[in-house]
């Protein structure tokens, strides 16, 4: 499975993005994680496979919205309300199997390349 993000860019505090995760096949639940220099990897969204159950961290609940177009093999992150705090390089995962964690980056066996989203204030 390959994985390849798109959409990142540059954008002043209170914009939107939406970042695209477009997969070779997309039979697990996928998710979005950012890092920064400065920081771990970190959770930001996951969908299951159908979409109906979606996880965010606390940090992007309600600003943030992950969704899916399995006919596609593709993944969205629209990105509301952006603040110069969400700025980071944010990548695509899917899941190995059912049943995981998905907010552990352990849970993800395919990582896209990564997308750049940097936000000013």
């Known amino acids: 499975v390959q994985l390849q993000a798109s959409g990142g860019g540059l954008v002043q505090a209170g914009a939107s993005l939406r970042l695209t995760c477009t997969a070779t096949?997309?039979?697990?639940?996928m998710a979005w994680f950012r890092q920064t220099p400065k920081k771990d990897r970190e959770f930001v969204a996951a969908a299951s496979w159908s979409g109906a159950t979606t996880y965010y961290s606390d940090s992007v609940k309600g600003r943030f919205t992950i969704s899916r177009d399995n006919d596609n093999n593709k993944a969205f992150l629209q990105m509301d309300s952006l603040k110069p705090e969400d700025t980071a390089v944010y990548f695509c995962?899917?899941?190995?199997?059912?049943?995981?964690?998905?907010?552990?980056?352990?849970?993800?066996?395919?990582w896209g390349q990564g997308t750049q989203v940097t936000v000013s204030s």
């Open positions: 096949s997309s039979k697990y639940a």
């Open positions: 995962a899917q899941a190995k199997a059912y049943g995981m964690d998905l907010t552990q980056g352990t849970a993800y066996a395919y």
